[in-house]
Structures are given as C-alpha cells and as structure tokens.
C-alpha cells in the first residue's frame, strides 16, 4: 500500500447502525417480534414518560427484568465479527447501536455509542450521575455522587430527549458508507442515511421495498449468517 492509498483509508468514515435484529439470536427478545414483549406490555407502559409518570414502580420493576434476563445472555456470531472489525479499524469506523444491552461490549468493541442508553446503568434523577450498576435489581440504588435516591434506568425513553442524537448530524456530515443491520428505520430513519452516501449496507428480515431501494446492498438473513460478507463488504471499501 503506498502513502496515496494510506492518505485515503484514514479518510474513509464507515457508520455502522445496529438495531434489535443484531441481538435477536442472542435470545434477547424485542418488543417487535411475534412472541415478544409486545404481548407482555405495551409501549406506552413502560417505554414512554407518560408511563413512568403514571406508574413509576411498573417501569422501574420492567427493566429490573430485563437486566437480569440480558446476565444469562451471550453475544453472537455478528456481535464478535463487529466488534472485531471496528477495533482493528478504529479510525474509520464509528459504531452505533439503537440496543441498550451491553452485548457488543461483551464481544469486544472498545467504542460504542449508544443512542438509547444502557440497560446496565442507572441515572440520578437529581445531579444527573450515570453509574453502573450491572445486571442487578436497583432497588436501594443510592447515587455515588450526591447520596441520593432518586435513581431510574438509564435507557431513553419515547417523549424524552436523546443526547447521543448529536452523533447522527456527525454521520450526515461526514459518513462515506452507511451499513444498518438488524433496524427497521422506524424509529430512526435509516433510509435518509443511506442516501446521503454512495455505499450503503442493508441487513434485515423483512422486506420494505420502499425503505430497502435507498440502500446498494441488501441482505435479508439473520445478522450472523450475513455478518462475515457484510464485513468484507466493508474491509474491501476501506482497502480499496
């Protein structure tokens, strides 16, 4: 490789969205699958602030469940081949996860933005202090910074601000390849950053021809058994 190609690698910026789908065969379940939380719950529940003002103990005691679930969780195929990739190029590429699981810190990815919080945080509601707090119940939490106790999860929900957003003015600025994997686009509209670029990677399930056509290249295959052409895709744009 000589100094050109070198020059023009350290300039390429690859943006990798992920979505449920990645931790789907991680057997963490989601609220859009058929036999998902959706039966359970409904989004307004406990995913909205309009839930958790009406019944704040119901919202806490959810995602102390899911807490715990995710412990007995492992990362998979997909996660291990991303985090690999994004670490052995970590100058080019920028990971961004719509899941609040700490599957891809699992695998191994050293820089993940969380768009939607972390399930294995919680979040003083009086100083604001993010604090870890693993896969345990929070009950009896207390903050480390000012001794309080008015603590919640640490996940964004539906009517509140999502800091992390700052990240996607970055990838519309400056993204050469957008690659989403395992996201409908329903939440975060994944086909407006797709045609902000020349190359773009689509792995999902479903089909949805409307959404899908902003997108050069599409796989439609569980995220593990897309994930290795997925990633040469991506290595051979970065080498080329």
Sequence with gaps: MNNNQIDKKIDKKIYIVSGAGLSAESGIRTFRDTDGLWEEYTIEEVCSVGGFEKDR??????????RADLEQKEPNHAHKKLAELANAYPNNIVMLTQNVDDMLERAGCKNLIHLHGTLT?????????????????????????????????????????????????????????????????????????????????LNNLDVDEFHDKAFKHKFYLPATQAVDEVCALIENFLEA
């Design 57 to 66: 103990q119901k919202v806490l005691d959810f995602y102390d469940a899911r």
């Design 121 to 201: 945080d919680l979040r003083c509601e009086d100083c604001g202090k993010v604090f870890p707090i693993a896969y345990k119940t929070q009950e009896g939490a207390i903050c480390p910074a000012c001794n309080s106790t008015n603590i919640r999860h640490n996940v964004v929900m539906f009517g509140e601000a999502a800091p992390e957003y700052q990240h996607l003015s970055k990838l519309y600025a400056q993204a050469d390849m957008v690659v989403v994997i395992g996201t409908s686009g329903q939440v975060i509209d994944t086909a407006y950053m797709a045609r902000q670029v020349k190359e773009s990677i």
